[in-house]
């Protein structure tokens, strides 16, 4: 899987970048994780920083389109993106679950 960024836009307001990307596939459609850590790497980020919003792959085509937003913290993600899409991209998802498991032990 190759990932060319296409356009990367500076959003200092709410502490990211804006990114659309081509992914390039052998196989089917990669996954929305393997997207989203591949783009993070490439991007020098940590997985967590990274949120996928978009994934258009059209019939029989290797190619993918995305969109994806590269936050500058983890925390900075959580304060902005809607909890369905940080759901999405299993972001906050083991706190959560701690802070979950420590409120039914109490």
């Known amino acids: ?3 060319e960024i296409i356009e990367e836009e500076a ?3 709410l502490h990211r970048s ?3 990307f081509v992914v390039v596939h ?3 459609t990669p996954s ?3 997207v989203r850590d591949s783009l993070a790497a ?3 980020k940590d997985a967590d920083e990274v949120v996928i919003h978009e994934l258009d792959t059209k019939y029989g085509m290797r190619k993918t389109l995305g969109y994806a937003k590269a936050y500058e913290t983890p925390d900075d993600a959580r304060d902005v993106e809607q909890a369905y899409m940080l759901d999405r991209n299993k972001i ?3 706190e959560e679950g701690d802070a979950e498991a420590e409120a039914e032990e109490a």
Do not use: C, F, T, W
Request: hydrophobic residues 40%.
């Open 1 to 3: 899987m190759d990932i």
């Open 26 to 28: 052998d196989e089917a």
């Open 32 to 34: 929305r994780l393997s």
């Open 18 to 20: 804006d990114v659309r």
């Open 11 to 13: 959003n200092p307001m």
């Open 42 to 44: 490439k991007l020098n």
């Open 92 to 94: 906050g998802a083991d």
